[in-house]
């Protein structure tokens, strides 16, 4: 267990409709990442947030949109779906500390699956 | 910018052989770098990690070595389980950057 946790683990919808996907990161870590695991496109990420701030972006659509609250738990939202969206979308955290090391632990993933 | 090449998969291995997964990378200044094993059906767990040149990471009974001269990181086992049938991905991160993977390696052991 690295102490990540998402929720939901499975999500069924439709195209065109918009989710959300939670995270609530290890005690004491600062950053949340998000990334998109899909069979054609392998790991993705998709955007961190550090204490509340968008620190990085990577391949984000832009009907996706994310943020971190004061509790430092993130939310992953998606909109207007598509089947391409269907994927395997994990959370990871790290304390992202000068001098401490970068590692990230991941969560368990939500299976997104778009019908 | 940084990248991360892993060999392409599956490796499939009988219960005991020796196990290599090579991993190269391309980054912009000192990266540190890991391994990170996905079982069926859960998230990635760290495996193992270097921060410099030289350094060896172990973890399980895996190692892998950073070696700067040859931007390699190639993962081994001297002796694979069934239980370690999974998918095994190379990552590095440089600086202030996230972390970069490569494709991911499936393995795959047979009793």
């Known amino acids: 267990d690295s102490g990540v946790t998402q929720t939901p683990k499975h999500l069924i919808t439709a195209t065109g409709q918009r989710v959300t996907l939670r995270c609530s990161p290890r005690s004491g870590d600062l950053s949340v990442y998000w990334y998109q695991q899909s069979l054609d496109q392998g790991l993705q990420f998709l955007i961190q947030?550090?204490?509340?701030?968008?620190?990085a972006k990577g391949n984000i659509l832009e009907r996706f949109s994310a943020q971190q609250f004061p509790d430092l738990h993130s939310e992953l939202n998606l909109s207007s779906l598509e089947l391409g969206d269907s994927a395997l979308y994990f959370c990871a955290s790290s304390v992202d500390r000068p001098g401490t090391g970068h590692e990230q632990f991941f969560g368990p993933g939500t299976r997104l699956t778009v019908l | 910018g940084n990248s991360v090449t892993q060999m392409e998969g599956p490796v499939t291995l009988s219960e005991e052989a020796f196990l290599t997964i090579n991993c190269t990378y391309t980054a912009t200044g000192y990266p540190s770098l890991f391994w990170y094993v996905q079982y069926p059906g859960e998230g990635l767990q760290l495996l193992l990690k270097?921060?410099?040149?030289?350094d060896k990471g172990s973890n399980k009974g895996f190692e892998a070595t950073y070696r700067k001269e040859t931007t390699s990181f190639h993962l081994e086992k001297g002796s694979v389980q069934v239980s370690d049938s999974a998918v095994y991905f190379c990552a590095l991160i440089s600086g202030y950057s996230t972390l970069t993977f490569g494709k991911g390696t499936m393995l795959l052991v047979s009793p």
């Open positions: 947030y550090y204490n509340g701030e968008e620190r």
């Open positions: 270097a921060t410099k040149a030289d």
